[in-house]
């Protein structure tokens, strides 16, 4: 993955703030459009060539744009199947959302399609919107730089994190349909997701005082992992070979971190190194000091680090949660040794924010103007190993029922997870605002994808946007692919 230095922006920053001075219209019909190919690609894991799909732009794998630069892009699939990308973390005009079928089809094998809007700044990323295909790679950074960023003194690096399996997507489906695909819990994890809740008051207060008690519930019965794929990536390698970033001595790094995996959440581990946490979903938090930071399926953090003034190397681990698996990338000076490391670690990572405890601490620096809720929703999310169903208010995508907002309207979500696997929660179109963590109101982070543990409630608020269908699910692409998606009906 490319990195970036202040030194190597000097030419860049000249040119931009000459082109400035124009209209910001002008400048964006003037920019020429970017090709990104959807393609098929083959990389080396572990000694063993497997081909994936990609997204690859002028400069390799993914995209970068530069402040005030418009997402103008025209997007060729390359692939022997119809495939369709969606811009996550960005807010495009409904029919260039990359939803198959809403309302735009699929792009056919050779045909291009091209894309045109004023995106948002921050650490974003673009994948397939077909689950299967997205298990297969189909996936890449989507950077979007602020002015800041090319005026700050500091490095920059992508961490992009996925999970892989030499088998086709279909097959991995199966064994997990099948109950043979990972390690799970050890209790009924369908005890309580397994009721039909169809007929539940979705009201604010419909559940009670029961979220008091979740915090203190026996967490040995959560399904943490539902398969055990064959390789954890980190920028495309496993620690057999990891990628080193070289650095500077003294030098700060601000770490751009997407969890582009289909079913699996890291801890990030810093090591000797603190970071500060400074955004999540492309979106500035205030800053969190600490080494271990967490990362669901969907989710974006971006972490500062200040260097050692001496020479050395500094490996920047992703765990998976519960179990021993990792991946990673190397920071390192000019001709640092280090030794080889394992993609064993010798313990099991523990299960991440099972009490929401990373989540409550963040803060937003773009809050939401406060404003009392027009409409509020419970969003009830269920599900269970056997069978492997998930849903949102009780029904699968084709059997749901749309939630329903008006543009403009203040909505509040409140995610309610009744199953006992854990659900990073999607929506497009948005950017909401945390505001509350089972019966806790706090102004935490702006996002995109929220993740909601066991047996807890976390709401969000957001203003309604353009008029149209929204997609709302879990971005566990096993979930999603069983069928774990409704739809944020937003009318005129």
Sequence with gaps: MKT????????????????????TRAHAQQAPSLGLSAASRTLD???????????????????????????????TNELEVPTIVHWHGQIPPNVQDGVPDMPQPLLTPGETRSFDFA????????????????????????????????AADRQEAVLFLHDFSFKAPEEVMEEILRGHGGKHGSGD?????????SGMDHGAGAMGDMSDNMGSMDMSAMDLNDYDWDAYLANDRTLSDPEIVQVEKGGRVRLRIINGASATVFWIDTGVVEGRLVAVDGHEVQPVAGSRFGVAMGQRLDIEIDLPNEGGA???????????????????TSGAAFKKISSLAETEAPA??????????????????????????MVMLGGSMQPYVWTIDGATWGRHRPIQATSGQRVELMFHNMSM????????????QVVGINNRRFAGARRDTVYVPPMSMVTVALDAGEAANWMLHCHHMPHLESGMMTEFRVAA
């Design 45 to 75: 894991i572990n000694g063993r060539a497997a081909t994936v799909f990609g997204l690859s732009g002028p400069e390799g794998q993914g995209l970068t744009l530069d402040p005030g630069q418009h997402f103008r892009v025209d997007l």
């Design 314 to 332: 500094w490996p920047v681990l992703a765990r998976r949660e519960g179990a021993r698996e990792r991946t990673g990338i190397v920071l390192a």
């Design 189 to 197: 994890a369908g005890a309580m997701s397994g009721m039909d809740h």
């Design 352 to 377: 991440f924010d099972i009490d929401l405890g990373q989540e409550a601490r963040l803060r937003a620096i773009d809050t939401l103007p406060a404003r009392e809720a027009d409409r509020t929703h």
């Design 421 to 432: 696997m854990g659900h990073p929660m999607h929506l497009h179109g948005h950017a909401f």
């Design 4 to 23: 970036f230095s202040r030194r190597g922006f000097l030419t860049a920053s000249a040119a931009m703030l000459a082109a400035s001075q124009f209209p």
């Design 119 to 150: 995106p948002l700044p921050g650490t974003h990323w673009m994948h397939s919107h077909v689950p299967m295909q997205e298990m297969q790679l189909l996936a890449a950074p989507l950077i979007v730089r602020r002015p800041e960023d090319v």
